[in-house]
């Protein structure tokens, strides 16, 4: 994927979502991953023509995790034009020491999303942007039916009324295959993960489920992300249509 179709993807969400307003101050969490660092990409390159001028800093949760390096993170922001900040914090430890979890990805997620999301106030951000892209959704969907009973997913934009923040997913329209192949024509400096159980999740199952369903009836996914954002999910808030979009710009 081109840098030209991210752009053209993420525009695409934010207009229709109404993501962002003129004068916004936006944070993008980056883990290290292919996922974040494409964020990256889109909203520095999106910064350079969107009508509403907006500010975007990066900042990473340092998990406490042995050789895990940010000098490339850092290069690469410097490169784009980002401030960058490290948030250092004892998670794995607490994780996998203290409380020797099994199954610890639900509480590592909700521990990182907090550290990030009370940097991003300390920053000065009220918004902050998280890296989830079109498989990620339709994932969290699955689950979501197998595991809960319900038909849920990850909004585009909600209100952290506690943290007076809103969370913003302007990778909702790209395709996991895309980041792969962005990230790899671009030469994204990814930082591999140092989690023990990497991969061995309930949404590794969920991205595999999807990967057969797949393969047994094309298209699937689609139409599964289809009947998401049609499917008046509580929470979900109203999508712009093309002629709402152009008189609002």
Request: glycine share 6%; with cysteine.
């Amino acid at each position: 994927m081109k840098l030209q179709q991210l752009l053209s993807f993420t525009r695409k969400a934010v207009d229709e979502y109404q993501m962002i307003e003129a004068g916004d101050k936006i944070a993008v969490g980056i883990s290290g991953g292919k996922d974040s660092l494409t964020l990256l990409y889109a909203l520095a390159g999106l910064r350079r023509f969107y009508p509403k001028p907006f500010d975007l800093i990066a900042i990473t949760v340092d998990l406490g995790y042995e050789k895990f390096h940010t000098e490339k993170l850092q290069a690469l922001c410097q490169e784009l034009d980002v401030p960058y900040h490290v948030v250092k914090t004892d998670i794995a430890r607490i994780l996998f020491e203290e409380r020797k979890e099994s199954n610890p990805c639900s509480l590592c997620a909700k521990m990182r999303k907090g550290a990030l999301n009370e940097a991003v106030k300390k920053l000065g951000c009220n918004k902050v942007a998280y890296a989830h892209h079109k498989d990620d959704i339709v994932e969290t969907m699955i689950l979501s039916l197998i595991f809960e009973g319900r038909f849920h997913s990850f909004s585009p934009k909600s209100y952290l009324d506690r943290m007076d923040l809103t969370v913003i997913r302007p990778m909702m329209y790209v395709n996991e295959a895309d980041v792969i192949g962005f990230q790899r024509k671009y030469d994204l400096p990814v930082e591999k993960s140092r989690c023990p159980v990497d991969g061995l999740t309930k949404r590794q199952y969920a991205k595999d489920l999807i990967h057969q369903l797949e393969l047994d009836h094309p298209g699937a996914k689609q139409r599964m992300f289809t009947a998401i954002i049609n499917g008046n999910i509580e929470g979900w808030p109203v999508r712009l249509t093309r002629e709402e979009v152009k008189s609002s710009s």
